[in-house]
């Protein structure tokens, strides 16, 4: 039944050349998207989306951070600000 499943796959490359294709069930990435977005945008959101969440994460629940470290989720939080017209806390309702 899951080879039914219509997918897409995604192209991830780097500033150095580097790259990895992650396969995706195409009706979960129309799900999952915001108006007319194309996949290449779903997917851009959902992974500056996990990578913020993922850095709150650490930073704020784990078991320690250091000054490079919440730079890194300082930043993270400037682009998610930049790109969802939003801060995290008002876009996922997870106040400190």
């Known amino acids: 039944m899951t080879d039914d499943v219509d997918t ?3 192209t991830i490359s780097t500033d ?3 790259t990895d294709e992650v396969t995706l069930p195409a009706g ?3 799900l999952l998207a ?3 977005q194309d996949a290449a945008e779903t997917v851009g959101d959902i992974t500056l989306l996990s990578f ?3 850095a709150h994460h650490i930073v704020h629940h784990g078991e320690g951070s250091d000054p490079e470290l919440e730079a890194q989720e300082e930043r ?3 682009q ?3 790109r969802f017209g939003q801060t995290f806390a008002e876009a ?3 106040q400190h």
């Open 76 to 78: 993270i939080m400037n």
């Open 80 to 82: 998610f600000e930049e």
């Open 16 to 18: 150095d050349d580097e």
């Open 34 to 36: 915001e108006g007319d």
């Open 8 to 10: 897409t796959t995604i």
């Open 28 to 30: 979960l990435i129309d």
């Open 92 to 94: 996922t309702g997870h």
């Open 52 to 54: 913020a969440s993922r």
